[in-house]
């Protein structure tokens, strides 16, 4: 066991190395750099040393440097917590993305327990209450929550919100509370704006969620311990919770896997319609500038946290099912 | 061998048995003759098996009924569209969507509109549309009308319906440049449900080599592919997408930067198609008839592509289908978020780039309107694509 975690956690520095790799170069392939646009705008405004500017700013940012000198400077910097300049402000990236990176993890954590949750809850009772009306309501439930693609759900509910209950949903936070320190009002404020976010990012992981712990759990229900169960004379609760409900939940921590890129996929463009101060509409905007380091600062994030994500659901599904074990079969 | 020895004599006609024999051949089914219809069905080839089931699921038909019917539209946009994708109606900026009336004063006139007047509102300065009931105008159909380029070759003025003389038809409104949104959904049709189709033929054909080449060869071949496609499968697509869309010059003409788009799409997709190709072939290529005819000097082009490929395809096209609608999604959120297509090239993510800000939706609520297409279009792929994969295997 140990043994495989130690080669899971060495394997995951080459990936990220490549990654890392691959997106710097990729973000700053286009003509051009972050500087072009700014010294556009002062060429327009008619600043005469614009030009003389171009040359500074680029000096600052490292940008006369090539390519292959900056990704391994952005590298070594970054084993020192030190991400570089952001482009746009001058300010380092670290200090720029701190408190957005938490928001995101706060909101993608809340969106995968509600993804559990409600699937849970749901999947069981639809399963239990086979061609009811309940499962019925479930399943279509299910289907228009995959069908509908998130961002226009959530544009129609801030329409909604909008119009015919006055409210803004945008943000995270009431404005008050912005660049306020921590507090319990604080937490009380940004848990209410969560809900919508959280909800419009889960509906299609829920609604795959839900039909896959259905058609699990049914599967089960139709063996034979559980009849046999019955004519012991077991409760049906006690019967669905000690059986056949623990070999439906293994897609639960094994589609983490799967999840966990598709919601934080879902919280970017979520996080722009909404505009909420997380990752995604920074990083949108780096992307449009060029802004090389926050990009692929935020890009690099994102790849650590799911591959993080990735082995944590292993083991879990380690823990979970006795079946499964690591290191005690050597690979084909 | 030579003949040396004459042929044998015909055998002499041996005594006739003492019982009687049927001289008629003997006919195997006798027992249990078969039904025309039982006969039908165990003649049928396997794709008219897949055909005979597909048709039992109804959703799916009619799902493919209607997708068949709006991709056979984007041939015939411009006799659909009353209005050109670009004609700008100054007078008419944001008009709200016209409706159609059939009864005037009581008495029956066909469909037509009345005209639209704009006033401004003197204290929010917004455009005010009233209809104008008295004047009713006579909608025409099988018209002639404004100009356009079939395809962008043929010259031509023919409509299947034209706004009345002197009067307009926004039956979805008009966009901040007074633009006909009707004319521009049925126009954007045509970028947004092909982009779906060439991305997956893209990612089908990556998917097949890439995948055939891990499965059939094994090996370090196997490894690389595997270590690719876990990288690609575990990484979030959407922040990929935008740097990769990002990332295309400013300076490609517009149908480049359609296909740009399309083989970014599709990179990123292939991956779990090609695991599928990639599993299937490593079971079947343990297969006898792989061996045999390894055995008999077939390349490996050939093993793949004539006896290990056909028996697994029909699966591969059912799931290709359900992964269609999440390229259609995936164009539209990138072009939704500016980082896609870009005008004067019109998808249904482009014209929903246009409703970005809440407070100009919250006024013109028809801005909204592409996401009806987009949903339909959506579910349409989802039903047909269960009743594809239902009938993929027409032996269960």
């Known amino acids: 066991m140990l043994h495989y975690v130690a080669r899971r956690i060495l394997l995951m520095i080459p990936t990220l190395f490549i990654i890392s790799a691959l997106v710097y170069v990729i973000i700053d392939l286009p003509p051009g750099d972050c500087v072009t646009s700014q010294i556009d705008e002062l060429l327009a405004r008619g600043d005469p040393d614009a030009l003389h500017r171009a040359d500074e700013l680029r000096a600052l940012y490292g940008l006369d440097h090539s390519l292959v000198y900056r990704y391994f400077h952005w590298v070594a910097g970054i084993f020192r917590w030190d991400f570089g300049l952001s482009c746009q402000d001058t300010v380092p990236v670290a200090d720029l993305i701190g408190e957005r990176i938490v928001l995101t993890m706060v909101m993608e954590t809340a969106t995968i327990a509600f993804i559990w949750i409600v699937s849970f809850v749901i999947g069981v009772y639809a399963a239990t209450h086979q061609y009811q009306v309940g499962d019925y309501v479930a399943s279509f439930i299910g289907f228009v929550g995959l069908a509908v693609p998130n961002f226009l759900l959530a544009i129609v509910l801030l329409y909604v919100g909008k119009v015919y209950f006055g409210l803004s949903i945008g943000g995270l936070m009431d404005p008050d509370f912005i660049d306020k320190p921590m507090s319990w009002a604080k937490f009380v404020s940004v848990s209410g704006h969560l809900i919508i976010p959280v909800v419009v990012i889960g509906t299609s992981g829920t609604a795959g969620m839900i039909r896959r712990l259905r058609a699990n759990l049914l599967d089960e229900l139709q063996k034979q311990y559980v009849v046999t169960g019955r004519a012991k004379g077991l409760p049906p609760l006690k019967l669905l919770i000690k059986y056949p409900l623990r070999h439906a939940i293994n897609p639960f921590v094994a589609d983490i896997g799967h999840l966990l890129p598709e919601v934080i996929s879902g919280s970017v463009i979520v996080s722009v319609v909404l505009s909420l101060p997380t990752t995604g509409p920074m990083l949108l905007g780096a992307l449009k500038t060029q802004d090389v380091n926050l990009a692929a600062t935020f890009l690099l994030i994102v790849a650590t946290l799911t591959v993080i994500g990735m082995l944590i659901s292993d083991l879990l599904l380690a823990a979970l099912d006795p079946r499964i074990r690591f290191g005690a079969t050597s690979e084909k | 061998m030579t003949d040396t020895t004459p042929a044998a004599k015909p055998e002499a006609p041996r005594p006739p048995t003492p019982h009687y024999v049927n001289p008629a051949p003997w006919d195997p089914y006798v027992s249990e003759r078969l039904t025309a219809d039982q006969e039908k069905y165990y003649m049928a080839g396997q794709w008219k098996l897949m055909w005979w089931r597909f048709r039992r699921h109804r959703p799916a038909v009619v799902s493919a009924a209607f997708l068949l019917l709006i991709y056979f539209s984007t041939l015939i946009s411009e006799w659909i569209a009353p209005y050109d994708l670009h004609t700008r109606h100054a007078k008419y900026i944001f008009a709200p969507p016209q409706s159609v009336h059939f009864f005037h004063d009581g008495s029956f006139r066909g469909p037509f509109v009345y005209a639209l007047k704009m006033e401004r509102d003197l204290d929010t300065l917004q455009r005010v549309y009233t209809e104008d009931t008295t004047k009713p105008q006579q909608i025409r159909f099988f018209c002639s009308g404004a100009k356009y380029d079939f395809w962008e070759m043929i010259e031509g003025t023919f409509h299947f319906v034209c706004p009345p003389d002197g009067g307009t038809l926004f039956i979805a409104g008009t966009d901040r440049l007074g633009r006909d949104m009707f004319s521009r959904i049925v126009y954007a049709a045509r970028i947004s449900l092909t982009i779906g189709v060439i991305g997956i033929a893209l990612s089908f054909t990556l998917a097949l080599v890439l995948g055939g080449l891990a499965g059939y060869y094994g090996g370090w071949v196997d490894s690389v592919v595997q270590r690719i496609t876990e990288i690609l499968k575990s990484f979030p697509h959407l922040p990929l997408w935008l740097a990769l869309s990002a990332a295309l010059p400013v300076t490609w003409s517009p149908l480049l930067i359609y296909f740009g788009i399309t083989l970014i799409l ?72 500016g980082l896609g297509l870009r005008p004067p090239i019109t998808s249904w993510g482009v014209l929903l780039n246009e409703a970005t800000d809440i407070n100009v939706v919250a006024v013109n609520w028809w801005l909204m309107l592409p996401v009806v297409p987009v949903i339909l279009v959506i579910l349409a792929y989802q039903f047909m694509g269960d009743g594809m994969r239902d009938a993929a295997d027409p032996y269960a």
Do not use: C, N
């Not at chain 2, 779990?272 to 061996?291: P, Q, T």
């Not at chain 2, 799931?319 to 269609?324: D, R």
């Open chain 2, 266 to 337: 599709a990179l990123l997709d292939w991956p779990s198609l090609g695991r599928a190709v990639r599993s299937k072939l490593l079971s079947l290529r343990e297969e006898d008839y792989a061996l045999a005819a390894q055995m008999m000097g077939a390349k490996p082009a050939r093993i793949i592509g004539r006896h290990l490929l056909p028996g697994f395809m029909s699966h591969l096209i059912a799931s290709a289908t359900l992964s269609i609608p999440s390229m259609i999604l995936a164009e539209t959120a990138l072009s939704f978020l």
